[in-house]
Structures are given as structure tokens and as C-alpha cells.
């Protein structure tokens, strides 16, 4: 049996029959008084987050997380759909669960699925993506000292802030981990 002290950023665990995936995780040990773990947890069914506190060194149940590449197939008001590229087999997911990665994600992006107990749980993003800028102001040259920048709506919906040379139609490269502007591509 695992302890508190072997959960990091991305585990898998089982707490009252259900899955939750780490999100974010703090070891704290107090100037008195006995350390603890500080968790923040994503339900994989509901997409709900919370915060739980527990003692270190408690048992806790790790589930083993598989990792398959998929494909996004499409989404509508309710779920997204997903397809396994070796087994062509297709998995829905709530559209609350995957929230902030559909910013990112165009028809026929392959992207990393993440599996616990064969139970298709999230996706896992690529660093970079290439997008395209669907709209923004046209920047006038010389209107600034300083590099300056503008707001721009990709063609998923996202909005990043990039450099006044970028136009509509340029495909730029997104840093899904911060959501910014990298380069044009």
C-alpha cells in the first residue's frame, strides 16, 4: 500500500470508490505539530475539484494511470468524443472535464489520453500547438517604442495576446501550459 508521501502532481488515486487525479500537491511540515499533505483533486467522472488535507504518511490507494495516444474526433453541447488510434475504439468525456484542454484542440489533433482502471479519464495536451488567428485588430507600425501587443481569438476559441505584426490567418505556435503566444509558425 502507497502513502501520502509517494502521491505527486498527476497521480491517480482512489478515495472513497472514486478516482480523483492530483492537480496540485504540498508537502507542508509546520514549525510544530506533525506534517501534512495538501491535495488538490479532479473527479475523472465529474470534472468537480477539491481540496482535501491529509496527515503524511496515510495509505492511500494509487491508481496505475496508462497513457494511449487518441485522436479528438468532435465535440457538441455535452460531450467531447475521443478515438484510440490503435484500437479505433471511442470514448466520451464531459466537456466540464476537459474544459480549458478544448481551447487548444482542433478536429483530428492527436493528444495523449490518460487511462485509469481502462476507464478513459483526460487528456494530456502537447506542450505546443499550432493555431490559427482567427481575429484581431491589424496593428499600425510605428505606434510603439516597446514590442506591444494586442488580443487575438484563435479559430478554437482561445484568446492570446500577441505581437501588433500578426494578422488574421497566420498560424501561431500556443504554449498550452501558459496559454501564450511562443512564435509564428
Given at each position: ?6 502521491v505527486?502532481?498527476g497521480t491517480?488515486?482512489?478515495i472513497?470508490?472514486k478516482i ?8 507542508v ?7 501534512f499533505v ?11 475539484v477539491?481540496d482535501?488535507t491529509?496527515?503524511?504518511g496515510?495509505?492511500v490507494d494509487?491508481?496505475r494511470v ?12 455535452n ?8 484500437t479505433?475504439d ?7 472535464v476537459?474544459?480549458?484542454?478544448r481551447l487548444?484542440?482542433?478536429e483530428?489533433?492527436?493528444v495523449?489520453g490518460l487511462f ?17 488567428v482567427k481575429?484581431t ?6 505606434n510603439?517604442v516597446?514590442?506591444?501587443t494586442?488580443p ?6 482561445a ?5 501588433l505584426?500578426i494578422?488574421i490567418g497566420?498560424?501561431l505556435?500556443i504554449d498550452?501550459r ?8
Amino acid at each position: 500500500m502507497a502513502t501520502t508521501s509517494d502521491v505527486r502532481k498527476g497521480t491517480a488515486i482512489k478515495i472513497n470508490e472514486k478516482i480523483y487525479f492530483v492537480v496540485e500537491f504540498q508537502h507542508v511540515k509546520p514549525g510544530k505539530g506533525n506534517a501534512f499533505v495538501r491535495m488538490k483533486l479532479k473527479n475523472i467522472e465529474t470534472g468537480q475539484v477539491i481540496d482535501m488535507t491529509l496527515k503524511s504518511g496515510l495509505d492511500v490507494d494509487i491508481v496505475r494511470v496508462e497513457k494511449r495516444e487518441v485522436q479528438y474526433l468532435y465535440s457538441d453541447e455535452n460531450h467531447s468524443y475521443f478515438m484510440d488510434n490503435k484500437t479505433y475504439d471511442q470514448y466520451l468525456i464531459d466537456n466540464d472535464v476537459v474544459k480549458y484542454e478544448r481551447l487548444y484542440l482542433i478536429e483530428g489533433y492527436d493528444v495523449v489520453g490518460l487511462f485509469a482502471d481502462e476507464k478513459f479519464m483526460g487528456i494530456e495536451l502537447p506542450f505546443f500547438v499550432v493555431l490559427e488567428v482567427k481575429e484581431t485588430d491589424t496593428g499600425i507600425k510605428g505606434n510603439t517604442v516597446q514590442g506591444g501587443t494586442k488580443p487575438a481569438t484563435l479559430i478554437t476559441g482561445a484568446k492570446v495576446n500577441v505581437p501588433l505584426f500578426i494578422n488574421i490567418g497566420d498560424n501561431l505556435k500556443i504554449d498550452t501550459r501558459t496559454g501564450e503566444y511562443v512564435e509564428r509558425a
